[in-house]
């Protein structure tokens, strides 16, 4: 069973193309359309910054309720939180186009509206930016923790790195759900600064884990085929497509939960939100919303032989991913720009940030053995079955 991931010129090749075209379709968007390229910005960094998130929830989670089919596998959501980092400078970056994004950043604007005025102690530039940082230096801390101490579990093989890895993991927990809730208000939310719901961060802290899962069973699927993770059988896959099953059950929940009060509610304040996202185009991709990211995995998973089956579970990661994106368009760009637009701009930064995410994650998994061999339940991971 090969153990040491080796990361070919070609893949380097291939990644590094794929950066520097979504760094010129960003180039080309700043010259030509900024508002709408800050749009896609902000999109596709929360997007893959959501799926770095998830990938870390997975982790804590594994550690907190010890399972053990899972611990063969931890290395790759450890990987994804080596993104955090780069996602953190992109945020940071943000600073530069709050004023394209943010109809609260415009003095002039919150001079002549009286709920941006009580909103401003909480919503202005400083203290947007000051939360941004503390938001990332608790994710960065607490998951550089886990890995160092992961790290040494490996080297020593002692059972006290286990048990510290559990307890950091319920402090990262705790912390992801009250900090990850609260930057969704900031940087999704806030972009309809007169729209609010409560249900809304917890919605994307759910679709944060449920496409985070999906793209830690993708790439667990992707290396088994080049001879990767030799143990994984059709146990794993059913424990893996009940986590897709599930989390697609709680977040449709969440979505129709959101949609009901407020379509019942019939306050102007709260319908504004899917009044706009119900019309002028954008219905298709309302409804493409909850198919997507909840029909598909239900009924398609539903049945234990599909939950069992590679390819019709990576069909289903597929739709997700789509999904994901979809449902991060609706968030940003009717508020932001208002217009539904697909081209040049929106293919290439994707294709970038992703390219990026790939290229790290990748680059991580190859510093060190893919299989955590001190890990105390990789036996029942190896021997995994029902």
Excluded at 41 to 67: C, D, E, K, P, R
Excluded at 177 to 192: G, Q, Y
């Amino acid at each position: 069973m090969k153990e040491d991931l080796k990361v070919s010129n070609t893949f380097r090749l291939v990644a590094g193309s794929a950066i520097i075209l979504g760094m010129a379709a960003l180039a080309y968007g700043f010259l030509t359309e900024p508002d709408r390229t800050w749009a896609n910005y902000l999109l596709n960094n929360y997007y893959w910054l959501s799926v770095a998130l998830g990938g870390a929830l997975f982790y804590s989670l594994q550690y907190i309720t010890q399972s053990g089919w899972s611990a063969g596998f931890k290395r790759i959501p450890e990987a994804f939180m080596a993104y955090l980092p780069y996602a953190a400078v992109f945020f940071l970056l943000l600073y530069f186009g709050t004023h394209s994004i943010y109809h609260w950043s415009h003095a002039e604007e919150v001079a002549h509206d009286h709920l941006l005025q009580h909103k401003a102690p909480y919503l202005n530039i400083p203290f947007f930016m000051a939360r941004l940082a503390l938001y990332f230096t608790l994710w960065i801390v607490f998951t550089r923790i886990l890995r160092r101490l992961s790290l040494k579990e490996d080297e020593t093989g002692e059972r006290k790195y286990f048990e510290k890895q559990e307890l950091y993991s319920k402090i990262l927990i705790f912390i992801l759900a009250i900090s990850f809730t609260l930057s969704n208000i900031d940087w999704i939310m806030s972009v309809d600064p007169h729209w609010f719901s409560t249900i809304f961060a917890v919605k994307n802290l759910i679709s944060a884990f449920l496409h985070g899962v999906s793209i830690i069973i993708l790439l667990i699927f992707i290396l088994n085929r080049r001879g990767y993770f030799g143990f994984l059988n059709e146990f794993h896959l059913h424990d893996f497509s009940r986590y897709i099953f599930m989390l697609s059950i709680v977040w449709g929940y969440f979505w129709f939960s959101q949609f009901m009060i407020i379509w019942y509610g019939n306050i102007p304040e709260e319908t504004s939100y899917y009044f706009i996202r119900w019309n002028d185009g954008w219905k298709f991709l309302f409804f493409a919303e909850i198919v997507v990211n909840w029909a598909i995995p239900f009924f398609v998973l539903l049945p234990v032989k599909t939950s069992k089956n590679r390819v019709v579970i990576t069909i289903v990661i597929l739709f997700l991913i789509v999904g994901q994106y979809i449902e991060y368009y609706l968030h940003i760009m009717p508020a932001v720009t208002g217009e539904l637009k697909f081209g040049i701009i929106e293919i290439g930064s994707f294709l970038g940030f992703a390219a990026l995410f790939i290229y790290v994650i990748i680059s991580n998994l190859g510093k060190r053995s893919l299989i955590a061999k001190n890990h105390p339940y990789l036996n029942e991971s190896v021997d995994h079955h029902f």
